[in-house]
């Protein structure tokens, strides 16, 4: 791996808003010279005092020493042109998101640095090689996306285009490093990683909506609650702006040609359309402000506690889920009886069964759908959980024929669990699990055509949007053949080609099966 710039060296920030103003924090504490560069009058000046105060409160909480603050605030020098910049190592470009302000940027600033000057973009959305396509020298351009809060998000997105060089990325990278953070390699496509992989947290959470499966609030508090998400799609579609997270979606569909796998919302974009862009404007689907009041969280009340609950499994089928569960119904007094599955049924083992029940998780199909192919009217579903022994939360779904009494149990048996339990609309693939599962795949996916690694989009979700678990992990922990089976399943249900699953996925399993390993995995070091 080549070496990261070395200390001291200067590095030029070209843009003192949000964006730049905390890569200039962050490369002057790392021991740089920062020239920090705004066409705005006085806005350099501003952004470096802000930045005196950011380090003085670092002292405060004891995370930098009072000499390292004033050493690192007296290597941050505002600039009033670029010429100023012309002796920078790195030049890092903060500004518009417009592929030609950015270019006329790189053109000038090429006839200004020396030859050896590596220049990065900090663009989020555009392709790193449209914007090095005039350079004379394209090879030197390199995206460095960081994520907003820079000081706090550790992640960077090291972009190379057609025309970059390794060894450039490769500086880059080990510079990222070298700041603290935690830095990817990627190709530059639509989306690169994060922007791209994420697009599923929020598509289906949005087709949920649209289908009735649940409100915002009780969708929110499922994915926060049972699959482990800091924050639901609905209030983090409010907090980035609707007008923010439908342009990136409307981008990445269009650069794509229009691949249903980044379909925009309908839904979003009349939210769009009516004004109400979320927490900036008000109203998004939530309501903001003094007196702003919310529905209420949709739960289930208290029922009765089912006498007794067994479990039938085949001996073939993974019992993940299952046996998690079965701890935790332990743990509340239940003598699980195990029964085997009969030779030849229908059903998926394994599932659980109380008062006339039959509970099974999710697989990509509706629970009236398995009700019916089991032949088994009184059929509830589970949703995926991150991780069934510390949830707080289950959803429930409950097939058209299934009896109010033997639903009812199902509620009853998880509140004995120690469950809250919410219901959802009986919809393919829940809420936690086509979510889980459509992630999964969009990271395959990336992999499969070489945009990063399996290690990469792992690390870029984790530490760009603060997923519990990275995709591929997940799907490793899940099971691949399961994490396969939902998406055909919904892809059966729909229609679509919008569930279609990766080829990288398919060939996973075929590999496992072809060398009768245990099971396909993305990490050697993820239990099932």
Same mark, same amino acid.
Request: charged letters at 20%; aromatic letters at 6%.
């Given at each position: 791996?080549?070496?990261?710039?070395?200390?001291?060296?200067?590095?030029?920030?070209?843009?003192?808003?949000?964006?730049?103003?905390?890569?200039?924090?962050?490369?002057?504490?790392?021991?740089?010279?920062?020239?920090?560069?705004?066409?705005?009058?006085?806005?350099?000046?501003?952004?470096?005092?802000?930045?005196?105060?950011?380090?003085?409160?670092?002292?405060?909480?004891?995370?930098?020493?009072?000499?390292?603050?004033?050493?690192?605030?007296? @290597?941050?020098?505002?600039?009033?042109?670029?010429?100023?910049?012309?002796?920078?190592?790195?030049?890092?470009?903060?500004?518009?998101?417009?592929?030609?302000?950015?270019?006329?940027?790189?053109?000038?600033?090429?006839?200004?640095?020396?030859?050896?000057?590596?220049?990065?973009?900090?663009?989020?959305?555009?392709?790193?090689?449209?914007?090095?396509?005039?350079?004379?020298?394209?090879?030197?351009?390199?995206?460095?996306?960081?994520?907003?809060?820079?000081?706090?998000?550790?992640?960077?997105?090291?972009?190379?285009?057609?025309?970059?060089?390794?060894?450039?990325?490769?500086?880059?990278?080990? &510079?990222?490093?070298?700041?603290?953070?935690?830095?990817?390699?990627?190709?530059?496509?639509?989306?690169?990683?994060?922007?791209?992989?994420?697009?599923?947290?929020?598509?289906?959470?949005?087709?949920?909506?649209?289908?009735?499966?649940?409100?915002?609030?009780?969708?929110?508090?499922?994915?926060?609650?049972?699959?482990?998400?800091?924050?639901?799609?609905?209030?983090?579609?409010?907090? /980035?702006?609707?007008?923010? $997270?439908?342009?990136?979606?409307?981008?990445?569909?269009? =650069?794509?040609?229009?691949?249903?796998?980044?379909?925009?919302?309908?839904?979003?974009?009349?939210?769009?359309?009516?004004?109400?862009?979320?927490?900036?404007?008000?109203?998004?689907?939530?309501?903001?402000?003094?007196?702003?009041?919310?529905?209420?969280?949709?739960?289930?009340?208290?029922?009765?506690?089912?006498?007794?609950?067994?479990?039938?499994?085949?001996?073939?089928?993974? @019992?993940?889920?299952?046996?998690?569960?079965?701890?935790?119904?332990?743990?509340?007094?239940?003598?699980?009886?195990?029964?085997?599955?009969?030779?030849?049924?229908?059903?998926?083992?394994?599932?659980?069964?109380?008062?006339?029940?039959?509970?099974?998780?999710?697989?990509?199909? &509706?629970?009236?759908?398995?009700?019916? =192919?089991?032949?088994?009217?009184?059929?509830?579903?589970?949703?995926?959980?991150?991780?069934?022994?510390?949830?707080?939360? /289950?959803?429930?779904?409950?097939?058209?024929?299934?009896?109010?009494?033997?639903?009812?149990?199902?509620?009853?048996?998880?509140?004995?669990?120690?469950?809250?339990?919410?219901?959802?609309?009986?919809?393919?693939?829940?809420?936690?699990?086509?979510?889980?599962?459509?992630?999964? $795949?969009?990271?395959?996916?990336?992999? $499969?055509?070489?945009?990063?690694?399996?290690?990469?989009?792992? /690390?870029?979700?984790?530490?760009?949007?603060?997923?519990?678990?990275?995709?591929?992990?997940?799907?490793?922990?899940?099971?691949?053949?399961?994490?396969?089976?939902?998406?055909?399943?919904?892809?059966?249900?729909?229609?679509?080609?919008?569930?279609?699953?990766?080829?990288?996925?398919?060939?996973?399993?075929?590999?496992?099966?072809?060398?009768?390993?245990?099971?396909?995995?993305?990490?050697?070091?993820?239990?099932?």
């Amino acid at each position: 791996m080549r070496a990261s710039l070395e200390k001291g060296s200067t590095v030029g920030v070209i843009g003192s808003g949000a964006m730049g103003s905390g890569i200039a924090q962050v490369a002057a504490a790392a021991g740089h010279v920062v020239r920090l560069f705004d066409t705005r009058p006085g806005a350099a000046q501003a952004a470096i005092a802000e930045i005196g105060k950011v380090y003085a409160r670092l002292v405060e909480k004891g995370r930098m020493t009072d000499a390292e603050a004033q050493a690192a605030h007296a @290597r941050l020098e505002p600039v009033a042109n670029l010429h100023e910049v012309s002796d920078a190592a790195l030049i890092v470009e903060a500004i518009v998101e417009s592929l030609e302000v950015k270019r006329m940027l790189f053109i000038e600033l090429e006839s200004i640095v020396s030859m050896e000057c590596i220049m990065a973009t900090n663009t989020s959305s555009i392709s790193v090689t449209a914007i090095g396509a005039p350079l004379r020298r394209p090879e030197r351009l390199v995206g460095m996306h960081f994520f907003n809060p820079v000081p706090l998000m550790a992640l960077v997105e090291v972009i190379s285009g057609l025309a970059t060089d390794p060894l450039v990325a490769e500086t880059v990278f080990a &510079t990222a490093a070298a700041w603290g953070k935690n830095p990817v390699h990627a190709k530059s496509t639509p989306g690169f990683i994060v922007n791209r992989v994420a697009r599923p947290f929020y598509a289906e959470a949005l087709r949920l909506l649209s289908e009735q499966a649940a409100d915002p609030v009780t969708l929110d508090a499922v994915m926060r609650d049972c699959g482990g998400f800091r924050m639901g799609p609905f209030e983090l579609m409010d907090l /980035i702006g609707h007008d923010v $997270n439908f342009s990136v979606t409307r981008s990445v569909f269009d =650069a794509c040609f229009g691949d249903p796998r980044f379909t925009p919302s309908v839904m979003q974009q009349e939210m769009v359309n009516a004004g109400f862009l979320g927490r900036k404007s008000g109203r998004g689907f939530y309501r903001y402000g003094e007196g702003a009041t919310n529905p209420p969280l949709q739960q289930e009340g208290a029922q009765l506690r089912p006498a007794s609950v067994a479990i039938s499994y085949q001996a073939a089928v993974s @019992r993940t889920s299952t046996d998690a569960l079965e701890a935790r119904l332990t743990s509340a007094g239940y003598l699980v009886k195990h029964r085997e599955a009969l030779p030849g049924a229908l059903h998926e083992a394994p599932g659980f069964h109380c008062d006339g029940a039959a509970i099974y998780l999710t697989d990509g199909r &509706t629970a009236t759908e398995r009700a019916a =192919a089991n032949n088994h009217p009184n059929t509830v579903l589970f949703d995926l959980a991150f991780d069934y022994a510390g949830v707080t939360r /289950i959803a429930l779904a409950r097939a058209d024929q299934c009896s109010l009494a033997a639903y009812n149990a199902t509620v009853g048996l998880f509140q004995a669990a120690g469950f809250a339990v919410t219901r959802l609309g009986d919809v393919p693939g829940m809420a936690v699990m086509r979510t889980v599962a459509m992630l999964a $795949n969009e990271a395959a996916d990336a992999v $499969n055509q070489g945009v990063c690694s399996a290690e990469a989009v792992d /690390i870029a979700m984790q530490n760009g949007v603060n997923y519990p678990r990275g995709p591929l992990a997940w799907a490793d922990s899940v099971g691949i053949d399961q994490i396969v089976a939902v998406l055909s399943n919904m892809a059966a249900s729909y229609g679509e080609d919008r569930y279609r699953v990766s080829p990288l996925l398919r060939r996973k399993l075929a590999a496992a099966a072809l060398t009768h390993s245990a099971g396909a995995r993305f990490h050697a070091d993820v239990a099932r």
